[in-house]
Structures are given as C-alpha cells and as structure tokens.
C-alpha cells in the first residue's frame, strides 16, 4: 500500500456520503443490429478508409507487391507471397518506422460502426506494429464481424491488448472537422473475405 | 488546504470575463462556426440510433450505480489493476497527485515525458507541477499542443483550441516549430506528426488520462482520434495513468453503453479512429511498468451534495458546450477553469467547494436555463437543476451583494431569448456586463431588473424553441 492514509480517508468520506443504491440497469437499447459485409464494408468505407470485398487473400495481397512489409507472427503461411520484402519479429521502433506497411488479421469487427479491433493474438503481434508503420492493410474474414458493439465485446477478452480502429488516423482539433493523417497509420486498407 | 487549481489563479468573475469575451469578435466567429458545424454533425450521428434514449438511461444507471457503491469498485479495480501488474495510488487533492507523479518521473530519471490529453491532469495543473520540479511535459495532442505552443488557456474539453482558427494556428506552428507551413487542415496535421515523432520514438515515461476504468477486470480505456495516444500508451516504458476516482464502470459490459453514447456526443462520429483498452502490463507488449494515480479532489465533497453529485456522472464528451448559447458567445476561457461550459458551471465550483470564493460562485450564473444541456448529455445530467440548486447556496453562503446582483442579471439576461437578443443587437451586453463585480451601467433591460426581485421561473420552453428556429438559420 502506498499511501494508506489518502486511501482510507477517500474511502471513507465515500461511505460518509451514503448515496442511495441505484435502481437495476434497464440494458432497453439493442443488442444487436442487421449486420453483415455488406454495412460493414459500407461503414468502413465511410471514415475514408479503402475497402475490398475479396474471395482469394494470397491474389488481393498482391497489391503489396515491391514493398517492405511488417509480417506478425502467426499469419497464414499462404499470405506471404513472393515479391514482398517481409520483416519479422524481433523488429526494433527504427525499423517499425521505417517499414512500408504492415498486414495483419483481426480478432473481431464490428458492422454497425465499422470497427475493426486487435487483440495482439495470432497474425496481429504486438501493438507498435500496426501503429508505426504508415499504411496498415487489415485482413477480415466475414465470420468475425459482429453485427453491434455490444455483440463485439461479449467476443472479446477485456485482459488482452485491445485496440479499436476505425479508418484511419485523424483529428478533428482544427475547426472541427475530421482530416485524415496525423500521427498512426495515414492509409488503412481492409480485406474483406467472403 | 492550497487551493484547488481546477479554476485558474486570478481569473476574474464570470460577468467580468464574458464581458471582455463578447467584445472579441474573431472569437465568437471561430465559436459559432465550429460548434455550429458539431450541433449539426452530432444530431446527424444521434439520428441514426434508434435506442438512443435507451442508452442514454442505461448510461445515467450504470454511473449513479457506480456513485451508489464507488468505495466497493474502487478496492475491486485495486485488486483487478494490482493482480495484472500494476500499481495503484491514491491522492486526496492535487498537491498529493502531482506529487506522486513528480517522484514517479524522478524514480525513472525521466527530465521529459509525453502526455496524452487528459482533463484529470489539467485540473490538478500537472504540467507547471512536473515543470516546477524540473520535467518538462509535452502535450501530444493537437489541440493541446496549439494551446501549449501558443501559451494559451484550454477553453473547450474536447477540443481545447477551438477558439482558434486555421491560420491562427499556422501562426503559433510557423512561430514555434520554426517552419513554412499553409493553413490547410491536413499541412498543419503533417508539421504536428513532424513535430512529435522524434518525442514518441524516444521518451520513455507517459503519462495519460483515463476515460473510463472497468472495475471487474482493471482494464483501462481511452479514446482518442490522432493515434498520439497509441503512441504514449504503447511506446514508453513506463505510463502513469491519472484518472478521478468517478470514472469507474462496474462491468466489461457497461463498456457497451459507453462506447456508443461518447464518440456520437463528442465528436458525431459512430466511432472515434482509435480506443485503447490495457489492463496491468503485458509482458512483451507496451510498457512494463503501470501506475494508475486515482484522484479525488473535491469529488468526495461532491458526492456529498445529493442534487449536485450528477455532475459526476459526466464522462467529458462536451456535447452540453457545443450546445450552449452562452458559451458560444463567451467562450471557454471566461468560465476561469479546464471545465468550462454548461459541465463546467455546475462541477467547478462544487470542486473548489466553496461559495466565498467570487469566481467559482459566479459559475452557477453562467447559463440562460434554457435546457439543452440536458437535452443531449449522454448520462442525463439534468443541469438546469443542479444550476438552480447552487445558485441558492451561493445566496445562502453570501447573502444578496453586489456580485450575486450582478451576475444575476446578468443570467436573467441570457435567460430570455428575446431580452437577450435585444441587449446583445442593442451591443449592450457586454457593457452590461458588471465590471470589478459593479453594474455600471443598467441599460434596457438590466434597468427593469432590481436586486430586491428574485429571478423569476421562466418558460424554458419559448427559449428551447426560439434556440432551434435561429440555429437552424446560422
Ligand atoms: S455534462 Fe453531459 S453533455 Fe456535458 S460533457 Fe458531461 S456528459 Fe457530456
């Protein structure tokens, strides 16, 4: 304990203010929503980030052809097509910063706001990986698309590193309006895998 | 006790600030045409959800849930942050806070440390804290860093320089950082990431905000849009997460309320770019030492107030100023603290909790009663209220003197839509204005008010609608 006297004098006035118990929460609001690629894709696309609907990763990863590409441990062993310079952990900031790009999966998406979330499992690693480098292309096969946020989280494990992603990084700080590219990834590509 | 630096040493009353803001006129425009473009872009992001009021409930339950049993999710989230490899403190007013964080920056030898923007760390004055002990805090977050590079006052919770406009900032930036830079949006972004890259890559202690902390699991949560706070959360080796003792959800699932019910009511988006949820140290994964610094400072007093403890169900999204018609006119800075607006009236001065203090007292003016407030705050803080509510103790606490004379006429005056918009066309608010807490001048219609007349009740109601035909038209 470091400061116990703060601690229990806090804890105390708390108990000292006797707030009245509240009234079991009414959860009325949706549980889920209509879901699907379709809104998905739709919703992604909305943050101006680029999306494609895709049957055949290894074909659609083509487009990373001649560039130097960030490659999380666990990806499928298929998707690390020749022509792509990958880089592999252990990978140092400098060379995160100075990577093209970065590919991963994901762990869960989420239709209704066009979300995708990392959980640094599998074919994601850690988190710098997809904050370094520039252009972060992001692979999602249609059965982890959850229709609702509260539909995502009830499939997350809240102990992990989570991360939410929706489009690319932006700020709203001047005059209020959202510009695209300040200090994560400025271009975020999404697969979509039907 | 020192004095609670959530309001700024030597602001003035809110009459006498607003005064001199309404005569600024690059400010008002740069105020209406950004709350403006938001009020229309929230409804929008509003619309679209057809269980909104449901969430809004849900939302006031959960949090007047977590004031009913705080004491109980506090030791659990201490249990939850310790088991997974973090440490917990506890500070009872800022001095204590900033103080741990000082020696915890000292304990790792840090002289420099990057922030993520956090309203916690604003309102115990960190940053001069760690400056006067020798660390230099950089802010990283655009709008905080526009308001540090320009040495300037915060004047909105989301967005603390909105009171600056595009080539303001090209000022600041081309002044500061030493370049050539246009005034387009996405230019000054690029000379921001410029800017801090270097900082990221290198420092090696954090220090953040929390927006929300889940008691059940000890995970942490922050939003955020720029991606400077993955950088601070992920990069260092060590992150010191400040964070009121209020911002406590009980479950993991609570989360699902909130993470709807804030990013549409802060920035009209269905969801900001990026969240962030840690819990403890990951091995092999971002920092490896956690402290989390839980705050009190004046909330405990607050709790105490069965009308105005509300105001700690706030979770910070700023929707109530955007609606304000008196913060729109007056800005952020005249309310003399980090939390300006409508939020701002009615927590303040319950935090320095004390009604002989001028400036906090006159808080509870600063607003028309006009409702809107209430009627687009995510957790249902009914402020009008709690407004009404401190106003009486600040008569209670003082008696009828000059002061509270003056700034009851002046929030008479932005009570009414049409006497405000009169004095306000006759230019007459301003210098209606009480300078030095003294009317000077009572022109129409401060001259039919009277000291011996109590505020009447108004009909809200002719205001609400009269606020929505005008908006409309701006
Ligand atoms: S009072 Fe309500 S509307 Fe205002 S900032 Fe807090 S949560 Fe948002």
């Known amino acids: 304990m470091i400061n116990s006297a703060a601690r229990e004098e806090i804890l105390q006035r708390i108990r000292n203010a006797k707030v009245p118990a509240a009234p079991q929460t009414v959860r009325g609001y949706n549980q889920t929503g209509p879901g699907g690629v379709e809104l998905f894709a739709e919703r992604v696309a909305d943050y101006r980030a680029i999306v494609h609907v895709v049957s055949d990763v290894p074909e659609a990863l083509a487009l990373l052809k001649g560039k130097r590409i960030v490659a999380p441990q666990g990806l499928p062993a298929e998707w690390l097509i020749d022509g792509v310079t990958w880089l592999h952990e252990p990978l140092t900031i400098g060379e995160l910063d100075q990577a093209d790009g970065v590919l991963t999966g994901c762990a869960v998406a989420i239709a209704d706001t066009g979300t995708i979330v990392l959980d640094?499992?599998?074919?994601?690693?850690?988190?710098?990986?997809?904050?370094?480098?520039?252009y972060h292309l992001c692979v999602v096969r249609q059965d982890q698309i959850a229709a609702s946020v509260p539909e995502a989280l009830r499939r997350l494990e809240p102990t992990r590193p989570l991360t939410f992603i929706s489009g690319p990084s932006a700020t709203s700080d001047i005059e209020l309006n959202r510009v695209e590219g300040v200090h994560g990834p400025r271009t975020l590509e999404v697969l979509i895998v039907t | 006790m020192a004095r609670n630096p959530v309001t700024w040493l030597g602001s003035p009353t809110f009459p006498k600030a607003a005064r001199e803001a309404l005569q600024d006129t690059q400010l008002r425009q740069n105020l209406r045409k950004a709350t403006g473009t938001i009020r229309g872009r929230r409804e929008a992001a509003v619309a679209e959800m057809t269980d909104w009021e449901m969430l809004r409930v849900a939302g006031e339950q959960i949090k007047d849930d977590v004031l009913a049993r705080l004491d109980t999710l506090l030791v659990q989230l201490e249990e939850t942050v310790t088991a997974r490899g973090g440490v917990v403190h506890w500070a009872r007013d800022a001095e204590e806070a900033n103080r741990i964080v000082l020696d915890l920056c000292r304990a790792e030898q840090a002289d420099e440390v990057v922030k993520v923007k956090s309203m916690a760390t604003a309102e115990i004055g960190l940053n001069e804290a760690l400056e006067a002990g020798g660390v230099r805090a950089i802010e990283t977050d655009l709008a905080e860093l526009i308001v540090q590079l320009g040495d300037d006052r915060p004047s909105h919770i989301l967005v603390p320089a909105i009171h600056r406009n595009r080539s303001e900032i090209r000022e600041i930036f081309q002044r500061r950082m030493g370049i050539e830079v246009s005034d387009e949006p996405a230019d000054l972004a690029e000379a921001a990431r410029v800017y801090l890259r270097e900082k990221f890559l290198t420092t090696k202690v954090a220090i953040s905000g929390a927006n929300f902390a889940v008691a059940d699991t000890g995970s942490i949560v922050v939003l955020e849009s720029e991606g400077n706070g993955r950088m601070c959360l992920?990069?260092?080796?060590?992150?010191?997460?400040?964070?009121?003792?209020e911002k406590l959800v009980p479950t993991w699932q609570d989360l699902e309320v909130f993470l709807q019910l804030l990013p549409r009511s802060s920035t009209a988006e269905r969801m900001n770019p990026y969240t962030s949820v840690w819990t403890g140290v990951t091995p092999g994964d971002g920092p490896q030492r956690f402290h989390l610094v839980l705050i009190d400072n004046g909330r405990t007093a607050t709790l105490m107030d069965s009308v105005g403890r509300q105001a700690l169900r706030c979770i910070r999204c700023s929707a109530c100023l955007n609606v304000c018609p008196v913060y729109e006119r007056t800005g952020g800075k005249s309310y003399g603290s980090v939390y300006p607006g409508p939020i701002g009236a009615i927590l303040t001065p319950q935090l320095v909790g004390d009604m002989h203090d001028p400036q906090a007292a006159s808080l509870p003016y600063a607003s028309s009663l006009c409702g809107a407030c209430f009627e687009v705050c995510p957790v249902r803080?009914?402020?009008?209220?709690?407004?009404t509510h401190l106003r009486a103790e600040v008569v209670e606490a003082k008696g009828r003197t000059p002061e509270s004379v003056a700034m009851a006429a002046a929030a008479w005056i932005f009570r009414e839509a049409s006497r405000y918009e009169k004095a306000q066309k006759a230019g007459s608010l301003a210098r209606f204005l009480a300078r030095d807490g003294k009317i000077t001048s009572l022109p129409w219609p401060g001259s039919r008010w009277t000291s011996s007349r109590d505020v009447p009740a108004p009909p809200a109601e002719s205001f609400r609608s009269w606020w929505r035909k005008n908006r409309c038209q701006e």
């Not at chain 1, 499992?121 to 520039?134: F, K, M, N, S, V």
């Not at chain 2, 992920?234 to 003792?245: A, E, F, H, R, S």
């Not at chain 2, 803080?381 to 407004?387: N, R, W």
């Open chain 2, 234 to 245: 992920t990069l260092p080796d060590t992150l010191i997460t400040v964070m009121g003792i």
């Open chain 2, 381 to 387: 803080i009914d402020i009008p209220s709690v407004l």
């Open chain 1, 120 to 134: 640094g499992g599998e074919g994601q690693g850690r988190r710098a990986l997809t904050l370094l480098p520039d």
